[in-house]
Structures are given as C-alpha cells and as structure tokens.
C-alpha cells in the first residue's frame, strides 16, 4: 500500500522528532524521496493534488512532512506552528488516508511555522489559507489525528465524494484512480 489507509494504528500513533544525525542519514533522505515520488504519482493523475504528505502516512513515524509550495518541494522536519492572527477560515479538508470522505473543518488562516529542512537547517515560515490550512492538517497526522476527530469535535458533517461529485462524472472518475493509486 503506498498510503497506510484509515484503520491503520500507525495513523493513531505520536510520530518522533529527527535528530539533525537522522535528517542527514539515508534512511531519511530516502523518505523524502519516496515520499516525493507518491506526490509526484498523485499529481501526475491530479494536476490540483498531489502537494502534501505526512511521513506516518507511508509507514514512517517520524515528525516529518512534505509540501508542495509554488511548485517545489519542501520537506518540514519536526515542525511547530503557532496562529499569527485570531482568524479562522473554513478549509475543505481532503486526506489521502480516507480520501472518499470531505469535511470542512475551521483552520487557522495565518501561522508561523519553525522546522528544519532537509540539511538539518532551522526555518521559518509565514504563510496563510490553503498552505497553511495543509500544514495544520499535515501536522495533526504527525500526532495521530485524523480530520475525522476533529470532524466529530466540532459537529462537522463528512460527506463522501460519491456525493460531492455527483454533478462531475469525470472529476468523480479521476478521484477513484487517485484512490487506487494510493492503496496500490
Ligand atoms: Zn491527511
């Protein structure tokens, strides 16, 4: 399976943060890359997916996650976030572990993020709606939370995408390879 599926313990577990000694290793480097691969598969059936993954998702439980920003790939290691402003958006939330059921959930809309990159150096980054509505998504799967959880905390109805796409044959088709992909 390219993507643990919901059902999955590894998805309920607290990933560990890397040491700048396992960011420099193989074993890591090697992830990254794996992980940009399965991006890299998504988007070449999606061209709007395809731009962020959680290291526990491919079976790895380290606090590491992979975004797609403006077209390049950035890896975040052992990221903390913090909301720069009291604001809040609705973010329409897609999960490639359970990616047959949407939910819109109430995100920060503006944090700052710390991490390391994948030379080990510190980073910060300000960013807002749908890049930092992924990063709080991506982050929650670092510590075993799935949308579902926070669905259900806030009253938010999951709806599949049997019946979001209903109207979208095409769309509805693509998605389902997307999901056979990722089970694959
Ligand atoms: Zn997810």
Request: glycine share 6%; aromatic share 6%.
């Given at each position: ?120 150096e510190k980073r910060e980054l300000s960013c807002r709606g749908e890049l930092a509505g992924l990063i709080q998504h991506e982050v929650d799967h670092l510590n075993g939370v799935l949308f579902t959880d926070r669905a259900e905390k806030e009253g ?29």
């Amino acid at each position: 399976m390219r993507i643990r599926q919901v059902g999955d313990p590894i998805l309920r577990e607290v990933s560990i943060a890397l040491s700048p000694e396992r960011i420099a290793s193989s074993e890591t480097q090697a992830l990254i890359q794996r992980m940009q691969n399965i991006l890299n598969g998504i988007k070449a059936i999606s061209d709007e997916n395809g731009n962020a993954l959680s290291a526990p998702q491919v079976g790895s439980l380290v606090r590491l996650i992979l975004l797609r920003i403006d077209g390049v790939f950035t890896a975040m290691i052992n990221p903390e976030y913090r909301p720069s402003s009291e604001r809040t958006f609705m973010f329409e939330e897609e999960c490639f572990s359970l990616y047959d059921q949407r939910v819109n959930l109430k995100r920060w809309y503006e944090i700052d993020v710390e991490y390391l990159d994948s030379d080990g150096e510190k980073r910060e980054l300000s960013c807002r709606g749908e890049l930092a509505g992924l990063i709080q998504h991506e982050v929650d799967h670092l510590n075993g939370v799935l949308f579902t959880d926070r669905a259900e905390k806030e009253g938010a109805q999951l709806s599949s995408i049997d019946t979001l796409l209903t109207d979208q044959p095409d769309r509805l088709a693509q998605v389902k390879i997307m999901i056979d992909y990722m089970r694959g």
